[in-house]
Nanobody, 126 residues
Framework: VQLQASGGGLVQPGGSLRLSCTTSGFTVDYYGIGWFRQAPGKEREGVSCINKNDGSTVYAESVKGRFTISRDNAKNTVYLQMNSLNVEDTAVYYC????????????????????WGQGTLVTVSS
């Protein structure tokens, strides 16, 4: 199982980035896929996740209206469009999948996501 995240980088406050996560090697289906982040000295937190089948989404309150998650099942890829970035968005961003078909009832909680990518660093700084 591989989750390859990309698209991180350095951006000024107010700028935008798009993260991509491509999956491969799954022998068991997953139901949810999404993005999490971890800033230095902080716990990993859910940012946004999407249901693979029906496209239902969840967002952290801190990113609602600024971030948009989308998926392309044909390309096995999920995207995170991040707009109006601020310094508090600085973190390593990870993509992960959940094999729990009811993940949506719990939301973007790291504990119920069981396959993880390597992370991509997003730095928002002037």
């Amino acid at each position: 199982v591989q989750l390859q995240a990309s698209g991180g980088g350095l951006v000024q406050p107010g700028g935008s980035l798009r993260l991509s996560c491509t999956t491969s090697g799954f022998t068991v289906d997953y139901y949810g896929i999404g993005w999490f982040r971890q800033a230095p000295g902080k716990e990993r937190e859910g940012v946004s996740c999407i249901n693979k089948n029906d496209g239902s989404t969840v967002y952290a309150e801190s990113v609602k209206g600024r971030f948009t998650i989308s998926r392309d099942n044909a390309k096995n890829t999920v995207y995170l469009q991040m707009n109006s970035l601020n310094v508090e968005d600085t973190a390593v961003y990870y993509c992960a999948t959940s094999s729990d078909p009811q993940w949506y009832l719990v939301g973007a909680v790291p504990l119920i996501f069981d396959s993880w990518g390597q992370g991509t660093l997003v730095t928002v700084s002037s």
